[in-house]
């Protein structure tokens, strides 16, 4: 256990340097064995840029803790859905301010694609014509339920669901895997949010036409 304790502690360090933790928000988990399912997440309402003995808790596959760091994070029933319904080894949940605007925009269609996007081969789409997708599910207070929605939107080849106006829930078959497609989903939401600006600026035709 403890080594899959540090590759969360690095995760988490390097998150934070990030700045992808505001306001005590987000939560992660690395999975410590199979079968039964166990997984170390993090401990509810901390300072997640701090570093503690006690930022992380050992749960069963009901969430219940196993050792006394502190109470599992609220979100714990999501990162044991997304186990339970995939291969993942690592998952990772943040708030970022392109992830919230990105899933409230694109809410209705209850999903956003990536095509012609260098970066969605972090998914290991390398076909010239690939496409990757993020379903977006709705923010229910109601955690179980909000757990069940995200499974209910896990394809197989799913690596990431959004939550509308509140965050992304990404995982991968280890921390490493998990932490590549959260960089990539963040720099792929970034650029949309660009994107879409520069085409409400139309700026292609400003640039056209030699204004700048
Ligand atoms: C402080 S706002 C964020 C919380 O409501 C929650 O969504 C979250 O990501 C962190 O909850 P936590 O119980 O600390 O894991
Ligand atoms: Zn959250």
């Known amino acids: 256990m403890i080594l899959q304790w540090n590759e969360l502690a690095s995760i988490k360090r390097e998150l934070a340097e ?12 690395i999975k410590v064995q199979d079968d039964p399912l166990q997984c170390l997440v993090t401990v509810s309402g901390k ?12 749960v069963n596959e009901d969430g219940q803790p196993l050792t006394d760091e502190g109470k599992p994070s609220a979100e714990t029933v ?8 995939t291969d993942a080894g690592c998952s990772l949940h943040v708030h970022t301010l392109d992830n ?3 899933s409230d925009l694109y809410f209705e269609q209850g999903f956003i694609t990536f095509k012609g996007v260098e970066l ?21 207070a109601d955690l179980p339920t909000l ?15 959004l939550i509308r106006n509140h965050g992304i829930t990404v995982w991968g078959r280890n921390a490493f895997e998990a932490k ?30 030699g204004s700048y």
């Open 18 to 29: 990030r700045d992808w933790f505001p306001g005590t928000s987000g939560n992660l988990s």
């Open 47 to 58: 300072d997640k840029y701090k570093e503690t003995l006690e930022d992380f808790v050992l």
């Open 78 to 85: 999501i990162h044991l859905e997304v186990y339970k319904k």
């Open 100 to 102: 919230n605007l990105i």
């Open 120 to 140: 969605i081969k972090a998914f290991g789409i390398w076909e010239e014509d690939g496409q990757l997708t993020i379903p977006i599910v709705e923010n229910y």
């Open 147 to 161: 757990g069940k929605a995200i499974s209910h939107v896990i394809e197989p080849d799913t690596k990431a669901v």
């Open 180 to 209: 590549r497609h959260l960089e990539a989903c963040e720099f792929l939401f970034s650029y949309q949010m660009k994107l879409l600006h520069a085409k409400a600026a139309n700026l292609k035709e400003v640039i056209k036409n």
